[in-house]
T-cell receptor, first 115, second 109 residues
Framework: IAGITQAPTSQILAAGRRMTLRCTQD?????MYWYRQDLGLGLRLIHY???????GKGEVPDGYSVSRANTDDFPLTLASAVPSQTSVYFC??????????????FGEGSRLTVL | GQNIDQPTEMTATEGAIVQINCTYQ??????LFWYQQHAGEAPTFLSY??LDGLEEKGRFSSFLSRSKGYSYLLLKELQMKDSASYLC??????????WGAGTKLIIKP
């Protein structure tokens, strides 16, 4: 593993189903983030974690939950998927939360379609 | 409210120079970032400006004017591989990034 790995790469899901998007990093970064990217809109922050054991809500947290049991893993769960959650989801990390250099390292994305 | 504005799409010719503009409104300011995103791929970091002026990094330069809430990304000696979307993002007082929708740059031979 090098950098950030997301799984699955792509998924089609029936509305109402539960789905977990996985994210693992091997850079020992303290902070991790989940974004969604929709056509015509900027990246929008769903949830973040500045360090293992803590999480916070971003701009669009409704319908999503996260956990950060350890430094490396930051899964995103959709408890009951709805069509408006159709999007490309990016997991990202940074050396620390509030890092003034702000450089984020992104995974390759998970394309989710909810029917 | 917080907002980032940048053009939706630009076209330029291989070998030429292009300037992609970005205006921002954030609650507090902790820097302005540019990322490059090729179609179907992850964004990658290009530059960070927190002080006024021009930062040069090879063929890419980024400029910031805090008084005007304005930045631009300058790409010189354009290559076909520079065809991508360029994302502008401002960092607010809570160290959260506010992202623009991106500028799709099309390079023609």
């Amino acid at each position: 593993i090098a950098g950030i790995t997301q799984a699955p790469t792509s998924q089609i899901l029936a509305a109402g189903r539960r789905m977990t998007l996985r994210c693992t990093q091997d850079m020992r970064h303290n902070a991790m983030y989940w974004y969604r990217q929709d056509l015509g809109l900027g990246l929008r922050l769903i949830h973040y974690s500045n360090t293992a054991g803590t999480t916070g809500k971003g701009e669009v947290p409704d319908g999503y939950s996260v956990s950060r049991a350890n430094t490396d893993d930051f899964p995103l769960t959709l408890a009951s998927a709805v069509p408006s959650q159709t999007s490309v989801y990016f997991c990202a990390s940074s050396v620390k939360g509030g890092d003034v250099t702000g450089e984020l390292f992104f995974g390759e994305g998970s394309r989710l379609t909810v029917l | 409210g917080q907002n980032i504005d940048q053009p939706t799409e630009m076209t330029a010719t291989e070998g030429a120079i292009v300037q992609i503009n970005c205006t921002y409104q954030t609650s507090g300011f902790n820097g302005l970032f540019w990322y490059q995103q090729h179609a179907g791929e992850a964004p990658t970091f290009l530059s960070y400006n927190v002080l006024d002026g021009l930062e040069e990094k090879g063929r890419f330069s980024s400029f910031l004017s805090r008084s005007k809430g304005y930045s631009y990304l300058l790409l010189k000696e354009l290559q076909m591989k520079d065809s991508a979307s360029y994302l502008c993002a401002g960092m607010d007082s809570n160290y959260q990034l506010i992202w623009g929708a991106g500028t799709k740059l099309i390079i023609k031979p």
